[in-house]
């Protein structure tokens, strides 16, 4: 069963607005992390923002936050001020388990195509 | 610098080859990941490591095998009896705690 879901497939944004990327997971843990992580066209993964289930607090990384609400287990992001480099594919994944150990699983992602 | 490091970048076989994609990490992290990316989809996980000597499969192990001998080093085999083998391959790795994964910057396996 999927336990990340990524519904919109692609979006268009333009520059200096703020886009939203949605997020819902499928989770019986108490314990886990929520993570986004951004692919540009050379395949690199970049790490962008992190929210643990604990945290009562919604995460902040410069332009980027989540949105986290746990009822309605959703976790999406908000880029704000968007810029051209921000052109490139979006994946939510979700960590299950306390600890070091956890596996991840990785939703199907979102492409971003920032115009100017 | 620390980091992660794959190699090659582009990977050329044929079919009824098998292959193995290197994967070194100089952040003395425990844990490591292998997953396959197909074009236009997500991240699905092959093998997991996450302490030497010791790994278990993934969604998607089969016709593949890794060791992990080192540390360092969580080399992925990609063996003949892979069905479809051309894909993106990604290597990760992870310090304990709740911390995000490191990512390599990936290797294309293209198998005619």
């Known amino acids: 069963a999927q336990k990340i879901t990524q519904t919109q497939p692609g979006m268009f944004v333009q520059e200096k607005e703020a886009v939203t990327l949605d997020c819902t997971y499928d989770?019986?843990?108490?314990?886990?992390?929520l993570f986004w992580y951004k692919q540009p066209s050379s395949g690199e993964m970049i790490f962008l923002i992190y929210?643990?289930?604990?945290?009562?607090q919604n995460a902040t990384e410069g332009r980027y936050s989540l949105n986290f609400q746990k009822a309605r287990k959703s976790a999406n992001l908000v880029i704000s001020a968007s810029q051209l480099g921000d052109s490139a594919m979006y994946f939510c994944?979700?960590?299950?388990?306390?600890?070091?150990?956890?596996?991840?699983?990785f939703g199907a992602g979102t492409q971003v195509v920032v115009t100017p | 610098d620390g980091g992660i490091t794959q190699s090659p970048k582009y990977l050329f076989r044929k079919e009824g080859q098998n292959v193995t994609l290197s994967c070194e990490q100089n952040?003395?992290?425990?844990?490591m990941y292998w997953y396959r990316q197909d074009p236009g989809q997500g991240l699905r996980l092959i093998y997991y490591?996450?302490?030497?000597?010791?790994?278990q499969k993934g969604d998607i192990a089969e016709g593949y095998s890794v060791s992990r001998e080192k540390k360092e080093s969580f080399p992925l085999t990609v063996t003949s009896a892979q069905k479809n083998p051309t894909a993106f391959y990604l290597c990760?790795?992870?310090?304990?705690?709740?911390?995000?994964?490191?990512f390599g910057p990936g290797t294309r396996l293209t198998v005619t």
């Open positions: 990760a790795s992870r310090p304990p705690g709740d911390y995000e994964q490191y």
């Open positions: 989770t019986s843990d108490q314990s886990y992390g």
């Open positions: 929210q643990g289930s604990y945290d009562e």
């Open positions: 994944a979700m960590r299950e388990g306390r600890g070091s150990w956890g596996k991840f699983q």
């Open positions: 952040l003395n992290h425990d844990a």
């Open positions: 490591s996450q302490i030497v000597n010791d790994f």
